[in-house]
């Protein structure tokens, strides 16, 4: 399981996440940011809800990093189908962004308080290519597991924005759970875990 921690936040932060899952039989990746600037422990510099251009070349380097960590862990046997990607805030942002960009069956991907990356309307760039597709075609995502979890009032993350993610995550062939919490705010609550299990558990059953 890669883990992608928020903006300004550690890596540390992810794998105490990572003990609640009660997972201790999987192995789990925590990438770090850099810590200098101009944006210090930051993915990209800038909202996600800003111009791609505007967030390089962080956003580049950090979207690089992630399919170096998968290219490492298939060298060393476990390919993305056997693979979850979750991430918090900005950094399922970065994980969501990942995964539409590159679509094939990962065995998971959580996105706590995220959403697709760029301004108004910029998600429906994915659906582009699905012009010419026959009606009920699979996706290239071949029914991937997919968690969305957001607060209807995050001052970070447009509940429309969560909307229009699930939207085109399904439509590229994702099963995707979206759970809108009221009045939750910019954090991560206990049913978000327990539908992050149920992931992991089709993942890897616990041993």
């Known amino acids: 399981m890669i883990l992608v921690h928020g903006r300004g936040a550690t890596a540390e932060s992810m794998l105490d996440l990572a003990a609640v899952f009660a997972r201790p039989d999987l ?103 699905l012009g010419g597709q026959p009606s009920g075609a699979p996706g290239p995502f071949a029914g991937t597991p997919v968690f969305l979890g957001c607060s209807d009032c995050d001052p970070h993350v447009p509940r429309e924005r969560a909307d229009e993610t699930a939207e085109v995550l399904e439509r590229l062939g994702a099963r995707v759970d979206l759970r809108i919490y009221p009045a939750m705010g910019h954090t991560v609550v206990d049913d978000e875990i327990e539908a992050a299990r149920r992931i992991l558990a089709d993942l890897a059953p616990a041993t």
Not at 71 to 91: C, V
Not at 92 to 101: M, S, Y
Not at 112 to 123: D, Q, T, V, Y
């Open 27 to 129: 192995a789990y990746l925590a990438p770090q940011a850099a810590a200098g600037t101009p944006y210090p422990r930051s993915w990209y510099p800038q909202s996600f809800l800003a111009p791609f251009a505007a967030n390089e070349p962080g956003l580049s380097s950090a979207l690089a990093m992630l399919e170096g960590l998968l290219a490492q862990l298939t060298a060393a046997g476990i390919p993305p189908e056997r693979t979850a990607l979750a991430g918090f805030s900005q950094g399922a942002c970065l994980t969501l962004e990942f995964a539409a960009r590159n679509p094939r069956r990962y065995g998971g991907v959580i996105g706590f308080s995220g959403g697709l990356l760029g301004p108004p309307g910029a998600p429906q760039r994915f659906l582009d290519p």
